[in-house]
């Protein structure tokens, strides 16, 4: 771009300053592209609007920065100084300062995974040091689960996938769908308001939270601090079903159970009908043998009591029976028809009474006279 001296002259012959930055950045912004520039962050600044201030420097200069918070916000976390970065910016003047500076476009780290891994390892060491990763605070998954809950979002292919492998697992469970955003702004936010409502679901037994595939970018919703925290607090077992097999996230690590996909996390969360009334049945005949042999031990067992009994009431009645005889034939030696039988007799008023004096014998006294065989009638004679 090319233009004269002489037609930007002032009237005393000199540029005004707001006429010189303003060629400045014409001429910058035409003649240099954006540009990558690799170098190191120093005097990083975070403003309240959100836009990013800072120098990239390496040994022998260095050129300042500025990130808009539109471009920003898509990074999981701030560079910090010291970090080496490769930048992709575009090279301009700020005429207010008359300052040359680059407007970042793309910013990475030169560190093996970026600003995403570091932002990670950050994260998942806060998580670590409060106990939220030791596997001994997992809950076990229930059983039999009635009433499952699922987070995430409700055109997603892997609501479909949940809830095909229910309706086909376990028919008898009723879904509770929490809808959110799964990635982008506000996803965050609405991951942790919905797990914060699952206290609010009566008669809960387990929660899904999770989503399809996607780039590391898309999956970063859950590999926030924050919502880590909020899977870590909730009130129900939780089953983690971010992206793929190969995807690990925060939510995986801190969530009762990791599943590879929204589909295994449904079979986790459900047991297979077939596999129940095939269990049962085997219960089934189980139950009806061990009745079966519990019956015949009773059996035999009461004709062994019965035998038994039987053999101690003969045994009980003969020894009765014996006794019996021995005391009557005691009472029968002590018989009165004994004695009679053996001579005497008894003598007895007509009134009964045993005469047993001669006194009693009054002369023409009617009485009774027992023998061995009878009574024979007499008179008292004198």
Not at 278 to 303: D, I
Not at 331 to 339: F, G, I, N, R, Y
Request: glycine share 8%; proline share 4%; hydrophobic share 45%.
């Amino acid at each position: 771009m090319g233009f004269s001296l002489e037609a930007s002259l002032s009237a005393e012959g000199a540029w005004t300053v707001g006429e010189l930055t303003r060629r400045a950045h014409a001429i910058v912004e035409a003649g240099m592209p954006p540009v990558w520039v690799r170098g190191e962050v120093s005097g990083f600044k975070r403003w309240r609007s959100g836009h990013w201030y800072f120098s990239l420097r390496d040994r022998t200069a260095q050129v300042n920065c500025v990130m808009f918070a539109s471009e920003n916000r898509k990074l999981p976390a701030s560079p910090e100084d010291g970090l080496q970065v490769f930048l992709f910016g575009r090279p301009t003047v700020w005429e207010e300062k008359g300052e040359f500076r680059l407007t970042v476009l793309e910013l990475l780290s030169t560190e093996v995974g970026g600003l995403w891994q570091r932002a990670f390892e950050k994260a998942k060491a806060a998580l670590e040091k409060d106990g939220l990763l030791d596997p001994a605070r997992k809950r076990r998954i229930p059983g039999y689960a009635e009433r499952i809950a699922v987070i995430t979002s409700p055109d997603a292919a892997a609501l479909r996938d949940i809830q095909a492998v229910v309706a086909r697992r376990w028919p008898l469970a009723e879904l509770t769908v929490l809808p959110t955003r799964v990635q982008g702004d506000g996803a965050e936010t609405q991951l942790c308001a919905a797990l914060a409502r699952l206290s609010r679901i009566a008669g809960l037994d387990v929660a899904i939270v999770g989503r399809g595939g996607g780039s590391k970018e898309d999956l970063w919703a859950f590999n926030s601090e924050r919502v880590a925290r909020a899977v870590a607090a909730a009130v129900v077992p939780i089953i983690s079903a971010v992206g793929h097999e190969t995807d690990t996230t925060l939510c995986d690590l801190v969530a009762d159970l990791r599943a590879a996909t929204p589909s295994a996390a449904a079979a986790a969360a459900t047991p297979d009908q077939e596999d129940v009334r095939a269990h049962l049945a085997h219960l089934g005949v189980r139950l009806s043998r061990g009745l079966k042999q519990r019956s015949e031990t009773a059996v035999l067992g009461w004709e062994r009591t019965r035998t038994r009994l039987v053999g101690a009431m003969r045994f009980e009645l003969e020894r009765g029976r014996h006794r019996l005889v021995a005391a009557g034939g005691r009472l029968d030696a002590l018989s009165p028809l004994k004695v009679l039988e053996r001579g005497y007799a008894v003598a007895r008023d007509p009134d009964g009474r045993v005469l047993r004096r001669v006194a009693q014998f009054e002369p023409g006294l009617h009485f009774r006279l027992r023998v061995s065989d009878g009574e024979v009638r007499a008179v008292a004679d004198g």
